[in-house]
């Protein structure tokens, strides 16, 4: 049983929450008509809370929007300075990290 709630999970675009197409309402009349197990409410109480995670999405993809028209950009160039910021930030981490190893703070 714990297996049909788990495909729901990373398979039903109504179940995931970081896209367009989240439904909270299918989720909720599905886990309500859905017989629970001890094994399943791990899992139920994921797919209910994943509403907190869409909130973030829904705000973050606004903040990016609009940060995007604001600067005329396009959504291609804004993902490859997204993807540069967090390469830098992750060169710059290693080589700290590097250094605190080799004991030159």
Known sequence: MSNKIKK???SDIRFIPF???YDFKYIAQYL????STDDTLYLESNALN???FNKYYVQIKDYF???INRNKLSKNTFSELIISFANRDLY???NRTQDSINGKN
């Open 50 to 52: 994943s509403v907190f």
């Open 19 to 21: 896209n367009d197409k």
């Open 32 to 35: 309500k008509n859905y017989n």
């Open 8 to 10: 729901k999970l990373k």
């Open 92 to 94: 710059l981490i290693n």
């Open 65 to 67: 929007n609009t940060v």
